[in-house]
């Protein structure tokens, strides 16, 4: 038996109980004091439940007593509640109330028009909030129809609303600059997303290869790349290969999928095993791939294996080179212990094939052929007493070795004559007479020097030098250029110039050269009491660059300069023939240098520019045509 069926059991024994309940109540009735219910039954007796499920029967009533919100004999139409204050209909238990009432029992009186959010319905009329207007109080006090609060005649919207009616919505967060707000709606930049533009996208989706987290790309495993579009290899070669669409093209050395795997060179040539990348070679072979011949005990480091058999360094021998020897086999002047020659007496050194001195010469001087030549300061036959360096040149005396110098001398040997105070730590004292730094003088160079010594062209002041006149400069090395150039009368083949100098001069020095390219610089000299000059022989219409130079001694200052354009000539022999009304014919000379073109003006201001290039007819043509506009 089920669970259902179980369940099915228990409800038909409840029901039973009930019904056995029931039969027995009416027994007593009808047996007792009490006749059985003498009314008359109401209500559909074939209904089971007989009330519904929505009232108890009731012996007394011999009928239903109904629950709140059921009526009827058998509880099966529902009732609504107040019966609806007789201001609705009563349908299934739910009020339809008439016009002007509302509410679950129609108690409520309603506006024939929706007072909506700026008002409220108070005994059927819209009571509007302060601000607003109308029988819905929908129209505001503010201008342009407000549609938030009216304050003061100022439109004061409620959120999310903007604008002077407040009939604009305002969008979230503003977009977060991310976009553009249209009525409240983000249309987002490339690249963000969301109704505030707070989310970021990720480029081309991540091509559906991996995931957006915060506008970056999390690829699944086999892609790669800003936007997941590259297709990658396991674990990235390990940095050992390339990949090449998704498969890893190895280095030499590594091998498998990811490249993970080391490979031996020439697979050892068979002659070992492959280790982790390195060969372990078989006994008898070596190298990288086991190709070559070993030797015993790899020469013990102290050869080279060749053909598998040791070439041994200098000092050692043997199968392995284990073995050492010493060198020339010392001589037969010695006995070799582990390499090394133990000499005998009066022989020394790694062979024992230098004779050696008394006591090693005290280590003050070098042992030759048995003999000691001592070093400086030092004699005796093993060096063992001090002496003085020539002896001190009998200019001092010598003391445990170190020359005492009288007066007037020193160094090591007495050999250096001395200078007044130790020319003061200002120059070195070469054979008793100081060699100043630069910036002192004197026996001692105790006096200020100056720079160059003023070049013969001044006296130096404490350091300082107090030029000639006619000189300028730190050292008096430049000459006093002169000042305010000035251009005066210009004419098509001359300019005249003018300065000023108050100091010294053997002469002027005057160049110009014409500033276009090629010019060739021409000079002249004036005489130093004079301050104008005229340049003559110039070409008309050229512009010139003029220079003006002091010299002093054969020497130059700095220029003073002035860029001039000479005058262009007038043109001579004008004529007028052929006047007319609308024209007139002009003549003149031709120059003989070169221009640009002609310019001829008319008194009534009229222009009328030609060029060098027309012919007379065409000029007089142009100009009648000018003359009739």
Not at 89 to 107: H, Q
Not at 399 to 411: T, W
Not at 558 to 563: E, T, V
Request: include cysteine; proline fraction near 4%.
């Amino acid at each position: 038996m089920g669970l259902k069926d179980l369940t099915a059991l228990k409800e038909l024994m409840s029901r039973l109980e009930m019904l056995e309940g029931e039969v027995s109540l009416l027994r007593d009735q009808c047996t007792g004091d009490r006749a059985c219910c003498g009314a008359q039954v109401t209500g559909v007796v074939g209904t089971k439940p007989y009330c519904h499920g929505h009232g108890n029967y009731s012996a007394e009533s011999c009928g239903c007593v109904c629950e709140p919100g059921w009526k009827g004999p058998n509880c099966t139409e529902p009732e609504c509640p107040g019966n609806c204050q007789n201001r609705g209909r009563c349908v299934d238990g739910t009020c339809e109330c008439f016009k002007g009432f509302a509410g679950a029992d129609c108690s409520l009186e309603i506006c024939p028009v929706d007072c909506g959010a700026h008002g409220r319905c108070v005994g059927g009329v819209c009571i509007c909030s302060d601000g607003f207007i109308g029988d819905d109080c929908s129209r505001t006090k503010c201008p342009d129809n407000c549609r938030g609060r009216c304050v003061d005649g100022v439109c004061v919207c409620d959120e999310p609303w903007t604008g002077s009616d407040c009939s604009e919505l305002v969008c979230p967060k503003d977009c977060y600059d991310r976009g553009r707000c249209q009525n409240g709606t983000c249309y987002c930049h490339e690249g963000y997303a969301g109704k505030d533009c707070g989310e970021r996208t990720c480029a081309n989706n991540c091509h559906g290869h991996g995931f957006c987290v915060n506008g970056q790309c999390d690829c699944a495993a086999g892609f790669g790349g800003d936007d997941c579009s590259r297709v990658t290899c396991l674990n990235d070669c390990n940095g050992r290969g390339s990949c090449f669409n998704g498969m890893c093209i190895c280095d030499v050395g590594y091998q498998g999928a990811d490249c993970s795997q080391l490979a031996c060179l020439n697979n050892c040539n068979s002659r070992g095993q492959c280790v982790n990348g390195q060969c372990a070679c078989d006994v008898g072979f070596q190298g990288d791939d086991c190709a070559e011949l070993s030797c015993p005990n790899n020469c013990r480091q102290r050869g080279r294996c060749v053909n598998g058999q040791c070439v041994c360094e200098e000092g050692f021998a043997g199968e392995d080179c284990s073995v050492r020897t010493c060198p020339s086999n010392c001589y037969g002047r010695g006995k070799c212990i582990k390499g090394r020659c133990a000499c005998q007496a009066g022989f020394t050194g790694e062979d024992c094939g230098e004779v050696s001195c008394p006591r090693n010469c005290r280590n003050r001087g070098q042992c030759t052929d048995g003999q000691c030549v001592c070093d400086e300061g030092f004699s005796g036959e093993d060096c063992g007493q001090k002496a003085c360096l020539n002896d001190c040149l009998t200019r001092g005396d010598c003391v445990d070795g170190k020359c005492v110098c009288r007066e007037g001398y020193s160094g090591r040997d007495c050999s250096v004559q001395a200078c007044p105070g130790n020319c003061n730590s200002r120059g070195r004292c070469v054979g008793g007479r100081c060699t100043c730094e630069s910036g002192y003088e004197g026996e001692g160079c105790t006096e200020l020097s100056c720079l160059n010594n003023c070049r013969d062209n001044g006296r130096c002041l404490d350091g300082l030098c107090v030029c000639d006149e006619g000189y300028i400069g730190e050292d008096c090395s430049e000459v006093s250029p002169p000042k305010d150039l000035s251009v005066g009368e210009v004419t098509s083949d001359t300019v005249d110039l003018s300065w000023d100098n108050e100091m010294l001069v053997t002469e002027y020095l005057v160049t110009y050269v014409p500033t276009r390219p090629g010019g060739l610089q021409m000079e002249f000299t004036v005489a130093g009491d004079k301050a104008a000059a005229t340049v003559k022989e110039l070409e008309p219409g050229i512009e010139y660059l003029i220079n003006v130079y002091a010299v002093l001694s054969n020497k130059k200052s700095i220029p003073i300069s002035a860029r001039v354009a000479t005058e262009l000539p007038k043109p001579d022999g004008v004529i007028f023939k052929s006047v007319k009304e609308t024209s007139v014919e002009v003549m003149w000379d031709q120059l003989d240098i070169s221009f640009d073109g002609w310019e001829i003006y008319f008194r009534n201001t009229v222009s009328l520019p030609i060029s060098f290039e027309d012919s007379p007819q065409e000029f007089i043509k142009r100009l009648g045509e000018k003359v009739e506009r």
